[in-house]
């Protein structure tokens, strides 16, 4: 009996162990804080969250290492000790890279075994000395087949070496995740599945940016949940993740705190997909969800939200802004959860109007 019980124990234990690890991951109700909004790391009410990123490392192309500028350092460096206080629960990632950050850098890291480890080894040092409790890639995007297999590579190899790091200092192992296009393909080319599904906790589907007055003569819903007959939709992007083979709880689906202005080509044209004559407002029609709150604070514009789409805009004269209020945030947060997501993330926490959005968020979601 106790030789029975002994074996049953000997053969449970592990799979206890690994089902922890491979089921045990909470749910994450994320947002992006970015340097460049000179948002105050101490405003953000990190109770919110379960989940902050720190953005963005930056890529060395010459030492293949992560780097964060000097005029970061401090606020990178004392992130998460400033966010911790409020909800000692919350976890932090240093994410690397960004839109802004050149491409090219990242396919040549990538290609050879030697630059990834340097880039490797030193994301690892530089999450331990700053105390983050993971890393976030954000290389927008691999664009060619090359680059999407070296990406499965560094993915796999990093996570390789978060392991080791992990065993050998017997600290808990860093998080890692990444950001990615809102489809499996960026465009027709497939994103390394197997090496995301092995080696990352989870990615951030970025369900944003569909419409804009830089890339759309017309106006737009620029995140839409629901786009009927495109594959230009938040529901279409998650779809084809999990069709790909990623399972439904390692996708996060992202939205913006912010939204783009048009300029009508007619006033009375104002709805989606009415011809436009660029951007208004700032040069590239971008505006965050506060400046939006003012905005129809005092110009009372006509406030529309498309629960067929799932997207508030607005209108007044030849202005037409495109964007997501709590109604749009309330019904994708269902929808994740619903759909049994592992969560939601926002770009980025210092756009939002006095915590309006955050606070729908984690309310929809509760705890
Ligand atoms: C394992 O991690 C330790 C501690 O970070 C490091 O010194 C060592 O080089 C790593 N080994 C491998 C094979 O990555
Ligand atoms: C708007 O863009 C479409 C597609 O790029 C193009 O066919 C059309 O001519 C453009 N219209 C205007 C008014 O610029
Ligand atoms: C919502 O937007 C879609 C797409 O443009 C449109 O077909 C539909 O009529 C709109 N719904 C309402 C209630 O305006
Ligand atoms: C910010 O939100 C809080 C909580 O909803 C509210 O009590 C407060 O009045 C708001 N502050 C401003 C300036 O709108």
């Known amino acids: 009996m106790a030789a029975k019980l002994l074996v049953l124990l000997l053969f449970s234990f592990p799979f206890l162990l690994q089902f922890r690890f491979s089921a045990g991951q909470n749910p994450v109700r994320a947002a992006y804080w ?4 000179e948002f105050p790391v101490s405003s953000i009410d990190s109770t919110l969250f379960t989940h902050l990123f720190c953005a963005f490392a930056d890529l060395n192309s010459q030492t293949n290492r992560v780097t964060v500028a000097p005029a970061n350092q401090a606020r990178f460096s004392s992130f998460t000790s400033t966010v911790r206080p409020r909800n000692p629960n919350v976890k932090t990632l240093l994410s690397i890279g960004g839109g802004s950050s050149p491409p090219a850098a990242f396919a040549s890291m990538a290609s050879q075994a030697s630059s990834r480890k340097s880039f490797i080894d030193s994301s690892i040092s530089l999450a331990r000395s700053y105390n983050f409790d993971g890393l976030d890639l954000d290389w927008e995007y691999p664009s060619t087949q090359t680059e999407m297999n070296n990406l499965g590579l560094l993915l796999n190899e990093w996570k390789t070496a978060l392991n080791n ?5 017997r600290r808990a192992r860093l998080l890692l995740s990444a950001a990615v296009f809102r489809n499996s393909d960026y465009y027709t080319l497939p994103y390394p599945i197997p090496a995301i599904r092995n080696s990352l906790d989870w990615i951030n589907v970025m369900a944003y940016d569909f419409y804009g007055p830089g890339w759309s003569n017309v106006t737009g819903p620029p995140a839409a949940l629901y786009n009927p007959g495109t594959q230009v939709s938040g529901d279409y992007g998650i779809r084809s993740w999990i069709r790909s083979g990623i399972p439904a709880n390692k996708l ?4 913006p705190f912010y939204g783009y202005a048009w300029r009508l080509a007619n006033a009375n044209n104002n709805g989606f997909f009415a011809p436009t004559s660029g951007a208004a407002i700032t040069p590239g029609g971008d505006l965050g969800y506060g400046r ?3 905005f129809i604070a005092q110009n009372k514009p006509v406030q529309v939200y498309n629960a067929t789409v799932v997207s508030n805009y607005c209108y007044g004269g030849t202005t037409w802004i495109g ?7 309330r019904a994708k947060v269902s929808y994740a959860k619903q759909n049994a997501l592992l969560g939601y993330f926002a770009w980025h ?14 309310q929809t979601w509760g705890s």
Request: avoid cysteine.
């Open 34 to 37: 970015s340097a460049v909004s």
């Open 165 to 169: 790091e992990s065993t050998v200092t």
């Open 252 to 255: 996060v689906l992202g939205f």
């Open 292 to 294: 939006i709150r003012a």
């Open 323 to 329: 964007y997501d209020d709590t109604q749009s945030i």
């Open 349 to 362: 926490v210092g756009a939002d109007d006095n915590w309006s959005l955050s606070r729908t968020a984690s």
